[in-house]
């Protein structure tokens, strides 16, 4: 009997991006096929987003296997369908003009994507993106006005966007906006001290600094570190003397 069932495995990676004010968590994962090889030594290969194989591989023994990687017996190429992959594909193609500054013609694959599936969460992100790169506040505020109040950003997979989010339309002036984003998320990710802190930073920004404290007040709870948290709340203190 195999030590392993084969098939696609994911392992979810948890890393810290930006300093201060925008610093965040981000939840990236990655999915593998996997297959034992020789005695307790289990190979993963890593896979692209439509589950092609990757020339990247790793050995790694099986306990380090159990402890890093999840079995995903409904993920796969197959599992996806026509529609979808063609989704897929149009954003892909989005996001690698995005990274080259080629915003016309990001907007044209986002807009793609969106015409299949236009509450695609990745493509209005990213189509609300291209609209700020591009100078164009108000079409952009429409968007993540819109994607607000789509409950699919608040999936697991969508996880690194909603915090993002939440920034932009903080940004944009929107905070009662992305406030009430922000109660959505810390419902989903209790723990995580970058939501309270942008929640404490857009009551600031709003003059609400009852609530500003509270909120930071929270986010040095969860990481008494945060340095950026007891220093707003010194500022607010401050203002308020």
Avoid: W
């Avoid at 990236?28 to 990247?56: C, R």
Wanted: glycine share 6%; proline share 3%.
């Amino acid at each position: 009997m195999p030590i392993i069932e084969e098939g696609i495995y994911m392992e979810c990676l948890t890393r810290h991006i930006g300093t201060g004010g925008t610093a965040r968590t981000q939840e990236m994962k990655n999915y593998y096929m996997a297959k034992a090889i020789e005695g307790d030594l289990i190979q993963v290969q890593l896979l692209d987003m439509d589950y092609n194989p990757l020339p990247i591989f790793e050995k790694v023994d099986l306990a380090e296997f159990k402890r890093r990687f999840t079995f995903q017996p409904d993920v796969g190429p197959d599992r996806k369908s026509g529609q979808e992959k063609q989704v897929d594909k149009a954003i892909a193609q989005a996001e690698a003009h995005y990274r080259r500054k080629e915003y016309f013609s990001a907007e044209y694959e986002y807009s793609k994507a969106l015409k299949l599936d236009e509450d695609n969460v990745r493509a209005n992100f990213g189509v609300g993106k291209v609209y700020l790169a591009q100078g164009e506040p108000e079409k952009a505020q429409e968007v993540f006005e819109k994607l607000a109040h789509i409950e699919a950003v608040f999936e697991d997979e969508n996880k690194h966007i909603f915090n993002e989010l939440g920034i932009e339309l903080r940004r944009m002036g929107l905070h009662d906006h992305a406030i009430a984003h922000y109660e959505k998320a810390v419902a989903i990710a209790p723990d995580d001290e970058n939501l309270f802190f942008n929640m404490g930073r857009a009551c600031y920004e709003k003059g609400d600094f009852k609530s500003a404290r509270e909120y930071l007040a929270k986010a040095l709870a969860i990481n008494p570190d945060m340095t950026e948290a007891g220093q707003l709340i010194q500022k607010i203190n401050g203002s308020n003397s």
